[in-house]
């Protein structure tokens, strides 16, 4: 956790003293500010809502991307929408940044208040104001543990499908803010495709009821998706208006065997073009399998060289099984060398285990790691791979691939030695560059962050970057919404990162 | 279709008349300003792409509405992005309006130039650059005819499920502004959820690529669902990238018959949250049954009071088959009287004969018909139901209603005199606050443009509104772009129009 922050705080700090900073809040804010916003607060929040305590600053100083540490001024933490909107009102007055903050688990440190301030903590608006399920729609606040919403729609025999790994320490609202995906994406979708609506609160502190709780409307522009993926730059989101499918009746799973890489990719490319229709295929390569293989030497047979975890559900025992029957065999007509059915629970979890554990494994491999989440089309899958390799070689790195191969978001780890930092630089640069130049992304689910705000221009051209802005500063003049987060500092463009 | 402008126009003239209008842009351009920009254009476009004589200045005056045509003072039909880009470049330098055009198949007007200027036809733009069958996208120009993206895409076994009626007239750059739907909207989602990415042209000229070609990315603002459904007001759409499906290998049709509209959908809903995944449920009331009965008094026994026609698709014929069995099957269970399943092609023709000719049999029973295009909670089309019924009585006119009631989306048509045309406008009225009060929305897949946009204020509080005016503010500093659409006039809000 620690070599992957202080690797992405080189590449963010090192392109940062070059160039400056361009954030229309860049700077901590003055005592003087923070009296005055202070003082609105007192009046009109209980004291038990504002904390400006060492222990407290510190615990909210900090996020799962392993950024360094930045310490804010308070953390307040309302309990009701209006109270959002009256802390927004008051920093806007004040000029003092607000970080929104769900439960802290995103991994681009987009909720570090790096220009410290105020913390505006959702923890507190967690509640399930209902689940109804003639409409199959839930509203939840935007503090709600996505646990608690699958326990909440599950009991309505209802289904939330996005699954990202953080599931029982991730927020709803944080999800929204960073448009979450997880390996049932690649059936289901992602968080966008399931919120029909946000209550969200401007910068300016007008309640914003976007969205609607129908399947279908036209009318106006599409601010709900405005502000999913936003991640809190844009507004603050406080409740959402879920969209639920019912729940599947069964789920069936299986491995499927490759001789590598190559032939998984192109297998499982053949088998989506062919209307199969899995719910997750999770593909890890050699690499991977070698990391697993020295911890438990015999996990799998020596000619295996890339692995698929697929996972099929359905209305039925029998649809579930007879869909991964049919996908299994055409992915061994196709070229796969083996497959195994999960015939209970305990196959099931046996077979998950490599890919649950595949992280901390990959993480024994070296003394450091950072793990990339880009996007590439599908069938760009080997190439991304082949360069992988090439980058690997260039920089003397070892680079290990697994991910949500079906929809092409793939976790490329970059594995190195404390003494490798700036060949790790290095390679997260070139592996970027390899997913643009094959049409890809540089962030399928995890968003820009602070730690990948200033490769945007990699991704984006000027224009739309400054659309973006213009965007920005039309809903938060004053920029005090998570500044220094998702748009690039204004001195940065592509060519430049690229002369790096 | 006149009956139906008139009755529209009246509604909006009226509003207009007692508030005046706040366009940024609201008068036809100056003499001088249409000189300027058409210099520009003689010296940057080949000659044959500017026309100006009566003839075609009259065919791209109207569109499918039947609002008033409103003659243009130039028609412009570029072949490139580029020409686009330049297009508007040379409007916004001169203030001209630039009102874009798919092929002018739109209900609400969206594409009628009301201040004049510039007719920006995509007609030219009808390229379609390719269809990727392994990684199920295409690239298409926002001229292409939705009926030809099915060929090219259905050609490598693809699917393309967005389904306007208008399929063989519609341009899909005009699908993609409006947020088009259509029956199978209920299994597969309406047009925003299978474009990737949009190349779209700012009003200031700039060309932006939003979106990307992979299924998940978050690397910033989410440009693309902003430019879906905003009706050609913040950019003008020159291609698309679409998501597509793997075509199913069957469909199977049948019908249900009840014996009122309520168990209808009482039943609908609950086969829906039983897990049932139907591609369209199309119901018909009894009005409109009634309609059918005066051509053809035998088609329905006496008894049925309702009716929904329903298909399934799936990847082989057994699993289509069997869903469309099961959910019969349960739907007799519920309540239904009877069910008729298609044996054959003729059978399934026969079955959709009664709602394919529907607006016409309604059309037929009075001198006039306005078709409304509302949403609401599957759970309260019930209610909407009865409140339909009382605005019947309430304004001695015949409510009629039929649809996508699967997901809500109901066709709600007011029957009547010439002489009632008053009482008509009241019950169109009552029918947008009935589905306003009941949790939903104006418009389901038709969208504002020029007819609906003074009722937005029924739906969208002042701040939302304001907030959308923001956002158009910055990306049309100049207001040139599609002016007149979408937003209401300044003066305009939900009590005024209530107190008419």
Redesign the interface.
């Known amino acids: 956790m620690n070599e992957y922050a202080s690797a992405q705080r080189r590449l963010c700090f090192a392109v940062q003293n070059r160039f400056g900073d361009g954030d229309s809040m860049s700077e901590r804010p003055s005592g003087e500010a923070l009296s005055a916003v202070r003082r609105v607060l007192d009046r009109t929040l209980e004291p038990s809502r504002i904390r400006d305590d060492p222990t407290e600053l510190e615990k909210y100083a900090s996020d799962w991307s392993g950024a360094p540490p930045v310490l804010p001024d308070l953390v307040v933490k309302p309990r009701s929408t209006e109270e959002v909107a009256s802390i927004l009102r008051a920093a806007n007055q004040a000029r003092v940044p607000v970080t929104p903050r769900g439960l802290g688990s995103g991994k681009a440190g987009g909720s570090i208040p790096i220009y410290g301030g105020i913390v505006l903590s959702l923890e507190g608006l967690n509640n399930i104001e209902h689940v109804?399920?003639?409409?199959?729609?839930a509203v939840v606040g935007a503090g709600t543990i996505l646990a608690d919403v699958w326990r909440a729609t599950e009991a309505e025999k209802l289904f939330y499908p996005p699954d990202p790994n953080s599931f029982d320490i991730c927020s709803i609202g944080g999800n929204i803010a960073?448009?979450a995906?997880g390996p049932r994406?690649l059936k289901y979708?992602?968080t966008?495709?399931y919120v029909l609506g946000v209550e969200v609160v401007?910068p300016t502190g007008?309640?914003?009821?976007?969205g609607?709780?129908?399947?279908?409307?036209?009318?106006?522009?599409?601010?709900t998706?405005?502000v999913?993926?936003?991640?809190g730059t844009?507004g603050v989101i406080t409740k959402a208006t879920l969209r639920l499918l019912?729940?599947p009746?069964s789920i069936e799973t299986g491995v499927l065997h490759f001789a590598n890489v190559h032939t998984a990719a192109r297998v499982l490319?053949q088998l989506?073009?062919?209307?199969h229709q899995p719910r997750t295929l999770e593909l890890l390569d050699h690499h991977a399998l070698d990391a697993l293989r020295q911890k438990s030497p015999n996990l799998f047979p020596d000619t295996i060289g890339a692995l698929v975890i697929a996972e099929t559900d359905g209305?039925s025992d029998e649809?579930a099984f007879a869909d991964l029957q049919q996908l299994a065999e055409a992915a061994l007509a196709y070229g796969a060398l083996d497959v195994q059915v999960a015939q209970n629970e305990a196959d099931r979890r046996r077979i998950w285990l490599p890919r649950n554990t595949l992280s901390e494994s990959l993480r024994a491999t070296a003394e450091a790691k950072i793990s990339e989440d880009i996007?590439?089309?599908?069938?760009h899958i080997p190439d991304m791979i082949d360069a992988a390799q090439r980058i690997s070689d260039r920089h003397g790195v070892k680079v290990a691939t697994y991910g949500?191969a079906g929809?092409?978001?793939l976790h490329v780890n970059i594995l190195f030695d404390r003494d490798q930092r700036a060949a790790a630089d290095g390679a997260v640069l070139d592996v970027l560059k390899a997913a643009i130049s094959f049409?890809?992304?540089?962030?399928?689910?995890?968003?820009?962050g602070m730690m990948?705000r200033d490769f945007?221009g990699l991704?984006?051209?000027e224009?739309?970057?400054?659309?973006?802005r213009?965007?920005?500063?039309?809903?938060d003049p004053n920029g005090i919404l998570n500044p220094g987060k998702?748009?690039p500092r204004r001195a940065i463009s592509s060519p430049q990162v690229e002369a790096k």
Chains 1, 2 share one sequence.
């Open positions: 109804d399920r003639a409409n199959m729609t960073c448009n995906g994406a979708g992602v966008k495709n401007l007008d309640i914003i009821d976007a609607k709780a129908t399947l279908k409307h036209v009318t106006g522009y599409d601010l998706s405005l999913v993926g936003s991640e844009l019912p729940e009746a490319t989506l073009a062919d209307g209305t649809r996007v590439v089309p599908r069938s949500h929809d092409g978001n049409g890809g992304t540089l962030s399928g689910e995890h968003g820009l990948k945007l991704e984006h051209s224009h739309k970057i400054e659309l973006q213009t965007i920005k500063k039309s809903l998702v748009l």
